[in-house]
């Protein structure tokens, strides 16, 4: 099936630390995949995406790359700050049609 | 553009009591998504729709209905709730085409069923 695994939390860094959140997909059909943030006590909202292999999906400062060759579409910054605290959440639509399918979230806590 | 919102943002329900959620968006979209968030699950997809007057059952659909009368409006009915319904849900919606399948979330309703 369609399944995201992605790292537990909870990630505690200070602030200008680098953050990697990983993440990996089974490899079924041709999906896009997202990272979405969650802010405290607000509803998901899309951070980046990729929709083939090899594409680099970037916004406010993170990065991931689309992985082919290890499924996987790692989330990355260099640089952290307080205000990106949230959880965050990776996913992949199932191949042609509208679902997608959420990992477990990974929650972020920046200290100052 | 008020994108997607959900009624109400809050709720305290017994057990055996019925509610429905309503989740209004003013995009257009063909689209839209009801998922409830628990801990360490993320997000399960209950029932969506691709469009008015048509639904579909999602990942976890047993003790809820749905309703897409409206273009606008997506329904997520209770009929009896249960404890085991405690949670936080969330409305979305989307485009309908493939080269975009971003969804746009509401800002939850936090159910708790005593």
């Known amino acids: 099936g369609n399944s995201v695994t992605q790292m537990e939390g909870p990630v505690t860094l200070s602030e200008e630390a680098f953050l990697t959140i990983n993440c990996t997909y089974t490899?079924?059909?041709?999906?896009?995949l997202f990272w979405y943030v969650q802010y405290p006590g607000e509803g998901l909202q899309l951070l980046l995406k990729a929709t083939k292999a090899d594409d680099k999906g970037s916004n406010k400062g993170f990065e991931a790359t689309y992985r082919k060759e290890t499924t996987s579409f790692h989330l990355e910054k260099g640089s952290v700050q307080v205000s990106d605290s949230a959880v965050y959440f990776c996913?992949?639509?199932?191949?042609?049609?509208?679902?997608?399918?959420f990992g477990t979230g990974t929650k972020l806590q920046v200290i100052p | 553009n008020a994108g997607v919102t959900q009624t109400p943002k809050f709720r305290v329900l017994k057990t055996g009591q019925s509610m429905t959620l309503l989740c209004a968006q003013d995009?257009?979209?063909?689209?839209m998504y009801w998922y409830r968030q628990d801990p360490g699950m993320g997000l399960r997809l209950i029932h969506y729709?691709?469009?008015?007057?048509?639904?579909a059952k999602g990942e976890v659909p047993d003790g809820y209905n749905v309703s897409r009368l409206k273009k606008q409006n997506f329904l997520l009915g209770l009929e009896s709730a249960a404890p085991s319904q405690t949670s936080v849900y969330f409305c979305?919606?989307?485009?309908?085409?493939?080269?975009?399948?971003?969804?746009?979330f509401g800002p939850g309703t936090r159910l708790t069923v005593t």
């Open positions: 979305a919606s989307s485009y309908s085409t493939r080269s975009s399948y971003e969804q746009y």
């Open positions: 995009m257009n979209h063909e689209y």
């Open positions: 490899a079924t059909g041709y999906p896009s």
């Open positions: 996913a992949r639509n199932s191949g042609g049609y509208q679902k997608v399918t």
């Open positions: 729709s691709v469009g008015e007057g048509t639904t």
